[in-house]
T-cell receptor, first 115, second 112 residues
Framework: DARVTQTPRHKVTEMGQEVTMRCQPI?????VFWYRQTMMQGLELLAY????????DSGMPKDRFSAEMPDATLATLKIQPSEPRDSAVYFC?????????????FGPGTRLTVL | GNSVTQMEGPVTLSEEAFLTINCTYT??????LFWYVQYPGEGLQLLLK?????DKGSNKGFEATYRKETTSFHLEKGSVQVSDSAVYFC???????????FGGGTRLMVKP
C-alpha cells in the first residue's frame, strides 16, 4: 500500500531554531505539494514541485522558508529562523497529473510547535 | 479563478441520521471534483471523486453527484456513524496538473 511518509511527526522547538521537515512521495509520483494547516487560516498551499522543479512557491514566506527536492524520493521544507506563528501542521502531498487524475495523496503531517 | 464554497460547521448529528454537506464551485472548463476526509490527528484522505458531469462518486456509504447545471457536488450519507466524525473538504481540480482548490472544510460530529 503506497503512502506518502513524513518525518518527524511531531517537532517542538524554540524560537530562532532551524526546523527541517521531510517528505517521501509515493514512488513514481512527479508532483509534490507542501501545505500548512492552522485553525485560523485552514489549509494553505505553500509550494509545489513537478519533476523536482519548483513551479509555485508564492504561498511561502520567502525570508524564512525554503523548499527543495534533492531527489525524486525526498522533498524538504526548512524554516530558519522559526517563529511561534509558524506553529501548525505541515502536510506533504504527491500526485501524478493526467487527464482526470488530479488526485493528491497526503502524508500524515508534521505537527510543529515553536515556543 | 477557481473557488469552492462549502457549508460552515460544525454539523452535529445523532448516529444513523442522514447527512448532507453542501459544496458549490466556480471554475472554468470541466473540473474534476473531490471530497477528502480528515480524521483527528491524520492527513487528508481521498473519500470520493467525480471527473465529469452527472458522474456519481461513492465510497464507504458516502455519495456525491457532479451537477454541472447547479455547479454543486453535495456529499450525502444515509446513516452516519460515530466513526464518521471528521472534517470533510470539498475540492476541485482543473485537470491541468494536479492543482486542487480546497473549500474551507466542514467539521462533522456524530453523537451516539
Amino acid at each position: 500500500d503506497a503512502r506518502v511518509t513524513q518525518t518527524p511527526r511531531h517537532k517542538v522547538t524554540e524560537m530562532g531554531q532551524e526546523v527541517t521537515m521531510r517528505c517521501q512521495p509515493i514512488l513514481g509520483h512527479n508532483t509534490v505539494f507542501w501545505y500548512r494547516q492552522t485553525m485560523m487560516q485552514g489549509l494553505e498551499l505553500l509550494a509545489y514541485f513537478r519533476n523536482r522543479a519548483p513551479l509555485d512557491d508564492s504561498g511561502m514566506p520567502k525570508d524564512r522558508f525554503s523548499a527543495e527536492m534533492p531527489d525524486a524520493t525526498l522533498a524538504t521544507l526548512k524554516i530558519q529562523p522559526s517563529e511561534p506563528r509558524d506553529s501548525a501542521v505541515y502536510f506533504c502531498a504527491s500526485g501524478l497529473p493526467g487527464q482526470g487524475t488530479d488526485t493528491q495523496y497526503f502524508g500524515p503531517g508534521t505537527r510543529l510547535t515553536v515556543l | 479563478g477557481n473557488s469552492v464554497t462549502q457549508m460552515e460547521g460544525p454539523v452535529t448529528l445523532s448516529e444513523e441520521a442522514f447527512l448532507t454537506i453542501n459544496c458549490t464551485y466556480t471554475a472554468t472548463g470541466y473540473p474534476s471534483l473531490f471530497w477528502y476526509v480528515q480524521y483527528p490527528g491524520e492527513g487528508l484522505q481521498l473519500l470520493l471523486k467525480a471527473t465529469k458531469a452527472d458522474d456519481k462518486g461513492s465510497n464507504k456509504g458516502f455519495e456525491a453527484t457532479y451537477r454541472k447545471e447547479t455547479t454543486s457536488f453535495h456529499l450525502e450519507k444515509g446513516s452516519v456513524q460515530v466513526s464518521d466524525s471528521a472534517v470533510y473538504f470539498c475540492a476541485l481540480g482543473n485537470n491541468a496538473g494536479n492543482m486542487l482548490t480546497f473549500g474551507g472544510g466542514t467539521r462533522l460530529m456524530v453523537k451516539p
